[in-house]
């Protein structure tokens, strides 16, 4: 597989005010596997493998983190319109068959998965799921308009009146943001779907906020599907950083409707989902 590789560029934002933050962000590579709107990304637990829920393709693939290229991919044969994907303690696989109103789960062996359950309830299109290691299973129903709390099969909180919810992930308190896009917001949740925070209009300015990581100090990275850009907020709420142009374009720094955010290190992956494709930044940071 031939990485399409580029110069390297540099992007820096600069605050303006008198404690300003500078962020800068290094263009590494992009892919050029056939992807057809690849959404969220998630690390494999060993680090190994990045998983890519390859929407139009109806699969899982699932990509080396270094080059980007194709090492292997599943459920092409039972999946339909795959959104999302997450891991639990135990290295069992949560998919979002959107299509399908369902959340099926793998056996993960390496970069191979085979299907060994599902997960069935008071959702329609599933677009987003997190394994939470409180062993609570979250799944956001974009199109039923509520987030659904599983455990052991059983459900035990549902938080409802949201439009479009997408992304839930995990804080490092143990909290839970979710992004919820048709009402252009991210909403900061207790593990039993309380809502603490909200985080909406000036100055994010959110248009359909898709899928997001969070750091370990807190910091949010989202993706801001409808602006075409990709935004960085602190752990106090301030916006740190704004990548993108605001109008779908392709190249370094450029973006059409990205969706899936995958950070690890100073590293950082974005589904560049209306350009096709996975690209690659190094994160500097003061």
């Known amino acids: 597989m031939i990485l399409r590789m580029a110069l390297f560029f540099i992007f820096m934002i600069y605050l303006p005010s008198a404690s300003a933050a500078e962020l800068k962000l290094q263009f590494i590579a992009a892919s050029t596997v056939s992807l057809q709107n690849p959404h969220d990304l998630k690390f494999s637990p060993d680090g190994k493998y990045l998983f890519v829920s390859d929407v139009e393709n109806n699969r899982i693939a699932v990509l080396d983190p270094d080059t980007l290229a194709l090492v292997s991919a599943f459920g092409s044969d039972h999946q339909s319109g795959t959104h999302d994907i997450d891991f639990d303690a135990s290295g069992r696989a949560y998919v979002a068959d959107t299509h399908n109103n369902r959340v099926t ?12 359950g ?18 609570i299973i979250y799944v956001a129903g974009a199109w039923s308009g509520n987030v659904v709390a599983f ?43 309380k809502i603490k925070r909200e985080l909406k209009g000036t100055p994010y300015n959110f248009n359909g906020v898709r899928y997001q990581d969070v750091l370990q100090d807190g910091t949010l990275i989202v993706a801001d599907k409808n602006n075409h850009q990709v935004k960085v907020i602190g752990p106090e709420g301030k916006l ?47």
Do not use: C, Q
């Open 105 to 116: 789960i793998y056996k993960v062996d390496g970069p191979k998965a085979s299907l060994i």
């Open 118 to 135: 599902e997960i069935r309830g008071p959702f329609r299109g599933p677009e987003g799921v997190l394994a939470h290691p409180n062993g």
């Open 151 to 193: 455990k052991n099969g059983k459900i035990t909180a549902e938080l409802k009146g949201l439009s479009s919810p997408h992304d839930v992930e995990r804080a490092p308190n143990g909290d839970i943001w979710l992004a919820d896009a048709g009402n252009d917001r991210m909403l900061l949740l207790s593990p039993d779907l």
């Open 240 to 286: 740190l950083l704004v990548l993108g142009s605001g109008k779908p374009e392709r190249g370094p720094g450029k973006f059409t409707t990205p969706e899936g955010i995958e950070v690890k290190g100073n590293i950082l992956w974005i589904s560049d989902s209306g350009n096709d494709r996975v690209v690659k930044y190094k994160i500097y940071k003061k």
